[in-house]
């Protein structure tokens, strides 16, 4: 099992920065991969960015290359979201998550551990 907990959440102003952590505990040397989902008001969850645990290799959604970056610390089984230039359309509550095997990263499938979410909101 992997445990997850998110932490830097909350209001911001438009063109601001927030930089979001997840802590990961538990049997982390199984993991292929990290990433981060968002799930905006009234929408469905969708896949922000991901980066292999080992390699470091990252992908992002067109939605916000080049405004968010994702990074991980293996010292500190952490992985972050640095998250610049923010939009109101950023508002959501984003979800750390932590997948096991190759595969879509893309898609919630993939991942197979799931933190609680955390609240962002960007005013205009």
């Known amino acids: 099992q992997v445990q997850l907990v998110e932490s830097g959440g909350g209001l911001v102003q438009a063109g601001g920065s927030l930089r979001l952590s997840c802590a990961t505990s538990g049997r982390t040397f199984n993991l292929n991969h990290m990433g981060w989902f968002r799930q905006p008001p009234g929408k469905e969850r969708e896949f922000v960015a991901r980066?292999?645990?080992?390699?470091?290799?990252?992908y992002y959604a067109d939605s916000v290359k080049g405004r968010f970056t994702i990074s991980r610390d293996n010292a500190k089984n952490t992985v972050y979201l640095q998250m610049n230039s923010l939009k109101p359309e950023d508002t959501a509550v984003y979800y750390c998550a932590a997948g096991l095997y190759v595969g879509d990263y893309s898609s919630a499938r993939a991942y197979n551990y799931w933190g609680q979410g955390i609240q962002v909101t960007v005013s205009s």
């Open positions: 980066i292999r645990w080992s390699g470091g290799s990252t």
